[in-house]
C-alpha cells in the first residue's frame, strides 16, 4: 500500500502533476442551473426552459473564461488589484528587486532566477564550471532588474487558515504573462511588495 502511495506522489516527466480538485467547473455549472433557472415546487424540481438564464454547459464555459481573460488582462496589463468577492482576498502581481546577502561563511547568496538554458551551455563548454556547479543567472535587464510575481494576499480576507491557502497560476497564464514582461512596446509598473 505504501508502495503504490509512492508511485501516486512521483512526478512524471518534467513537470509537475495536475492539481487534482473536489469541486470542478462541471459542479459550477450544476449549481448554476438549480440556482437560476430551476426551482423547487412542492418538492418536485421545475424547469424553467424558456428562461433566459437558460444556457448550455459549453456556452457557460465560454462566458466564464471570457471573464477570467479579462480579470487577468486587466491584472497584467493594467496593474489592476482584483478583490476576490466574499472577501477572499486580492489577486495582483507585485514586483521586488532582488538583493545580494553574505551568509556566515562570507560566501555571496543571490535570490536571482536561474537561467537553465545559459548554465546547461557553459556546463557543456567547460566541465570545471560544471563541477563547481556555477549557475548562470537572469539579470531581468527587460524589467530594469525587477521580478514580477503573482501575489494572493490573504491579509483582509476573513476566512479561517488563510495560511494554508495559495495561488498558483497555470502554465498558459505564466507563459502569456513573460510575453507581456518581454514586449519592449507595453511600459509596466507593477506595485513593489
Known sequence: MMLLLMNQMQ???KG??????????????????????KEKIKNKIVVHHNSVYNVKRSLY???????????????????????????LGILSIKKRKPKLRLDEDGKVINT???DWKATKELWEEDPESKESKKLVRHLNEHTNGFINKWCYDTYTATFKNKTVYKF??????????????????????????
Open 11 to 13: 512526478n512524471k516527466g
Open 16 to 37: 509537475k502533476e495536475k492539481v487534482k480538485v473536489d469541486i470542478g467547473m462541471a459542479d459550477f455549472y450544476k449549481y448554476y442551473c438549480n440556482t437560476t433557472f
Open 61 to 87: 464555459g465560454e462566458i466564464i473564461e471570457f471573464f477570467h481573460s479579462r480579470i487577468t488582462d486587466e491584472i497584467m496589463l493594467d496593474n489592476f488589484e482584483f478583490k476576490l468577492p466574499a472577501r
Open 112 to 114: 536571482m532566477p536561474v
Open 168 to 193: 498558483r497560476p497555470t502554465r498558459t497564464l505564466k507563459r502569456g504573462f513573460c510575453q507581456i514582461l518581454k514586449d519592449p512596446n507595453l511600459n509596466l509598473n507593477y506595485y513593489l511588495k
